[in-house]
């Protein structure tokens, strides 16, 4: 790499088979020439097939791994995935806004494993709401888009995506011929990003890939409409290689 080193913080969990969580955060983040720093959350139990149990981390033990990095970099990118329950993702987020303000922060709300794990359950709506206002992109699928009630947020008049903050609405588990993600960014602008489903696609920890994808090109200082659409093709190469339901992108 030239120049000045991009960094960014991943936040999320640990998976042993490196196909999803902060591992696959450092492997996509450097694919792209971004050197990702993690916090863990959880430290789980799974390979790519099978979800044996969450192993969360308590609140105390994220905060100094947090105040551990933080001491050495001001994170200006930074990306939250698996979290406990909103209290906790309430206080990461609030650590990463008091220590580095002007960070721009993506949360994607993972609501299950891949190998059919159910996260977030009992979840409050109500409690996401203040959160997911202190924050930039959200980047759910449609599972949990109506898990959080993402939907109804503009009747509820609590908050709006495409005002409070820019939301991805994640096409690749929907039916139909192509995948389709969509965009909503402040000021009601909308982008679409298209490409061919692909046949019998069932990679592990593709949620997590795309989201760093994501971060790492807006590090690079693309803007969010690129950095979705460069993270769409990634992910396109992603899920057709590797074997098994692990991809891999050297």
Same mark, same amino acid.
């Given at each position: 790499?030239?120049?000045?080193?991009?960094?960014?913080?991943?936040?999320?969990?640990?998976?042993?088979?490196?196909?999803? $969580?902060?591992? &696959?955060?450092?492997?996509?983040?450097?694919?792209?020439?971004?050197? &990702?720093?993690?916090?863990?959350?959880?430290?789980?139990?799974?390979?790519?097939?099978?979800?044996? &149990? /969450? +192993?969360?981390?308590?609140?105390?033990?994220?905060?100094?791994?947090? #105040?551990?990095?933080?001491?050495?970099?001001?994170?200006?990118?930074?990306?939250? +995935?698996?979290?406990?329950?909103?209290?906790?993702?309430?206080?990461?987020?609030?650590?990463?806004?008091?220590?580095?303000?002007?960070?721009?922060?993506?949360?994607?709300?993972?609501?299950?494993?891949?190998?059919?794990?159910?996260?977030?359950?009992?979840?409050?709506?109500? #409690?996401?709401?203040?959160?997911?206002?202190?924050? *930039?992109?959200?980047?759910?699928?449609?599972?949990?888009?109506?898990?959080?009630?993402?939907?109804?947020?503009?009747?509820?008049?609590?908050?709006?995506?495409?005002?409070?903050?820019?939301?991805?609405?994640?096409?690749?588990?929907?039916?139909?011929?192509?995948?389709?993600?969509?965009?909503?960014?402040?000021?009601?602008?909308?982008?679409?990003?298209?490409?061919?489903?692909? /046949?019998?696609?069932?990679?592990?920890?593709?949620?997590? *890939?795309?989201?760093?994808?994501?971060?790492?090109?807006?590090?690079?200082?693309?803007?969010? /409409?690129?950095?979705?659409?460069?993270?769409?093709?990634?992910?396109?190469?992603?899920?057709?290689? +590797?074997? +098994?339901?692990? $991809?891999?992108? /050297?």
């Amino acid at each position: 790499m030239s120049g000045t080193m991009k960094y960014a913080l991943c936040i999320g969990g640990f998976d042993g088979s490196a196909g999803a $969580g902060i591992i &696959a955060d450092v492997k996509a983040m450097s694919h792209f020439g971004v050197y &990702a720093q993690t916090v863990c959350t959880a430290l789980t139990e799974q390979n790519e097939d099978e979800f044996v &149990a /969450p +192993g969360w981390v308590i609140w105390e033990r994220i905060e100094a791994q947090l #105040d551990t990095l933080f001491r050495k970099h001001t994170f200006k990118f930074v990306k939250i +995935g698996l979290v406990e329950k909103a209290k906790i993702l309430k206080r990461i987020v609030q650590y990463v806004r008091e220590k580095s303000p002007d960070a721009f922060i993506v949360w994607d709300p993972v609501a299950s494993a891949s190998a059919g794990y159910h996260f977030m359950r009992d979840i409050e709506q109500d #409690d996401f709401v203040p959160i997911m206002k202190m924050v *930039n992109l959200v980047t759910p699928n449609r599972d949990e888009f109506a898990l959080l009630g993402l939907g109804l947020s503009a009747s509820r008049g609590e908050l709006v995506f495409g005002e409070d903050f820019s939301l991805l609405l994640k096409g690749g588990h929907d039916d139909g011929s192509e995948s389709v993600d969509t965009l909503w960014m402040k000021g009601g602008v909308q982008h679409k990003f298209r490409s061919p489903r692909i /046949p019998g696609a069932g990679k592990h920890g593709t949620g997590c *890939n795309l989201g760093s994808a994501i971060l790492a090109n807006l590090a690079l200082g693309k803007t969010l /409409p690129e950095a979705c659409q460069i993270a769409k093709d990634y992910m396109d190469a992603f899920i057709q290689s +590797g074997e +098994g339901r692990l $991809g891999f992108i /050297p």
